[in-house]
Structures are given as structure tokens and as C-alpha cells.
């Protein structure tokens, strides 16, 4: 009668007194052992697919999307992203690259407390045109939507520095939204009272959940 091992893992391990039978032994083992190990999937539909009934402790990574994930009894999270480049933000007319010299503007998706995240870095410079003067594009810094691997559930604020010329504030929102878009929030007329109408703001050190 097989045992299991002796590890506690549950996997069977043939008796001496059982009749030999190879395919049973490789079953056992590979029963035993494939759902310990990582198991690797193309996507996350293919792992879904494959493993209707996920126990708790099942590790996969995902080749397509470059991701480790891990079963916690409930769903799948991610645990490690894989490599992922910076890419530059394409920019809307009325806004151009290295605000302040803080570098060229981009974003790349990291993994970030077992969350897939938007990180972004560099900086903008932003211009007011018209009389008075407003923000270029009504504050959509972008050209083209981000793709949907960039893209938020929904509407996603975070607070951004901005410079202290011609501004009464030292920074300003950066609203990331599911369109794809990214938009500079709270600047104002160039001729209003509480004036906020800085020549750059900062992306570094910024980053919204998807």
C-alpha cells in the first residue's frame, strides 16, 4: 500500500509489497510533484483553464504577461513582475520632455506590494496659450492613450511637484484614467488672483494601482 512522503506534502510514494506497475509510480509522482512545483502557463485564462480547482500553495508563471503568481486559498496574486522597460510617454502639443531636467517623461508596469503598478518617471514642461492663457489640452499631457496594460480600473489622483514660478502652490494633481490618458489637474488662468500656472512638474517618485 503506497505512503506518502515524509515531507507531509501528500505525495505517494510505492510500498515494496505493491504489485510494480511503472504507470501507476509515474502518476503518483507526477500527481505528487507538478502542483508543488511552478507550473508555467502562456496567460492567465490558460492557467485558469487548465487548473479549475486551485488549492492554496499553487505557484504559475505566466510567459505572456511575465508574472509569478501564487493561489491564497481565494484568487491568484502576483508575487514577482518580470522585467519591464521604461517607455516614453507620448506627448500631447503644448508639452514637451525633461521639465526642470528631471529626464525624459515615461511609465513601465512594476509589481508593487503583490499589486501591478504604473511607475513613472521624468518630468514635463507645461505652457498656457490663449489670452488669458490656460493649460495646453485642456491638461491631457498625452498624445495617444497609454495601452490597456497601463490603463487603471478607474480613475486613479496622485500629488505631483511642481515648480514655485508663477505659482502659488507647490504642487499639483495627476489624474491617471482608464481611458489611457494622463492629465494635469488644478493649474489656473494666467489671470487669476490665486495664480498656479508653473513651467514644469515632476513625474519622479509617482505611481497609481491598476
Not at 500527481?31 to 496567460?43: C, D, E, I
Request: glycine share 10%; aromatic share 6%.
Amino acid at each position: 500500500m503506497p505512503t506518502s512522503d515524509t515531507y507531509g506534502q501528500g505525495v505517494q510514494i510505492a510500498a515494496l509489497t505493491d504489485a510494480p506497475n511503472q504507470q501507476v509510480l509515474a502518476q503518483n509522482l507526477a500527481t505528487g510533484l507538478v502542483p508543488r512545483s511552478v507550473m508555467r502557463f502562456s496567460s492567465a485564462s490558460a492557467r485558469n483553464s487548465t487548473l479549475a480547482s486551485p488549492v492554496a500553495g499553487m505557484v504559475a508563471f505566466l510567459t505572456t504577461e511575465k508574472l509569478l503568481t501564487v493561489f491564497d486559498g481565494t484568487a491568484w496574486v502576483v508575487v514577482a513582475a518580470g522585467t519591464s522597460a521604461w517607455t516614453t510617454i507620448p506627448l500631447a502639443s503644448g508639452y514637451s520632455h525633461d521639465g526642470n531636467s528631471n529626464g525624459t517623461a515615461q511609465y513601465r508596469v512594476v509589481n508593487l506590494f503583490g499589486e501591478l503598478t504604473v511607475m513613472l518617471q521624468g518630468g514635463l514642461n507645461l505652457t498656457y496659450p490663449g489670452s488669458p492663457g490656460t493649460i495646453a489640452n485642456g491638461g491631457i499631457i498625452t498624445n495617444t492613450a497609454l495601452p490597456s496594460a497601463a490603463r487603471p480600473g478607474s480613475l486613479r489622483t496622485v500629488s505631483a511637484a511642481c515648480s514655485a514660478v508663477t505659482s502659488s502652490s507647490l504642487s499639483l494633481k495627476i489624474d491617471a484614467q482608464p481611458d489611457g490618458h494622463l492629465k494635469v489637474i488644478g493649474t489656473s488662468s494666467t489671470t487669476s488672483s490665486d495664480r498656479v500656472t508653473p513651467p514644469w512638474v515632476s513625474l519622479n517618485g509617482l505611481f497609481y494601482s491598476l
